[in-house]
Each structure stands twice: as structure tokens, then as C-alpha cells.
């Protein structure tokens, strides 16, 4: 889905956004809703 340097860039915990629970699956469903605005 998503190429590995780009899931590696999400999984770092610095540079995620503001989350609850900082985990790459939230990380994945915050990118989704984020690109998905964007395009819209």
C-alpha cells in the first residue's frame, strides 16, 4: 500500500502527529483521513 521508506517515516514516534496512543495503525488511519481531506 504504502512504499517502506514511508511507513518507516510514520513509525518514527518524534515525528508523529499528536496521538493518544502513538501506534503505526493510528499513525496509517491518520494519514488516510488527512490525504482523503486533501484530495477532497
Known amino acids: ?6 511507513l518507516k517515516y510514520f513509525k518514527t514516534p518524534t515525528k508523529l502527529p ?6 503505526p495503525f493510528n499513525a496509517t488511519r491518520f494519514l488516510f483521513i488527512a490525504s482523503r481531506r486533501l484530495r477532497i
Not at 499528536?18 to 501506534?23: D, G, I, N, R
Open 18 to 23: 499528536t496521538l493518544k496512543t502513538p501506534t
Open 1 to 6: 500500500m504504502f512504499p517502506p521508506s514511508f
